[in-house]
């Protein structure tokens, strides 16, 4: 897993169990930013990520499908990011190195 850049985001991936990732993503749009963070359970290269209801991100659902070197994101309702900001995107991995999450 490691780290993916794109143009105004960043994806940070790593992998606890073979069914299931880690991640946090951090999207910006002009001055607005946003920040996802959580579990999602990994099957065939593809993560979902649609927590229960009642959590902040209610409206939220990420699709991570990781291809090689490329990690395509798409993000379907706010997810708690600010105004106008959207993870979705094709991010290119910058590191194999596993992230450290605080």
Do not use: H
């Amino acid at each position: 897993m490691g780290t993916y850049q794109t143009k105004g985001g960043e994806l940070l991936v790593a992998q606890p169990s073979a069914d299931a990732i880690k991640f946090r993503l951090n999207a910006t749009y002009r001055m607005n930013t946003g920040e996802v963070e959580g579990m999602a359970v990994l099957s065939n290269n593809q993560a979902i990520f649609a927590p229960p209801g009642g959590s902040e991100y209610d409206d939220c659902r990420i699709t991570l499908t990781f291809l090689g070197e490329t990690a395509k994101v798409n993000q379907e309702g706010s997810c708690g990011m600010g105004l106008n900001v959207s993870g979705s995107g094709s991010y290119k991995r910058s590191s194999k190195t596993t992230p450290v999450f605080n």
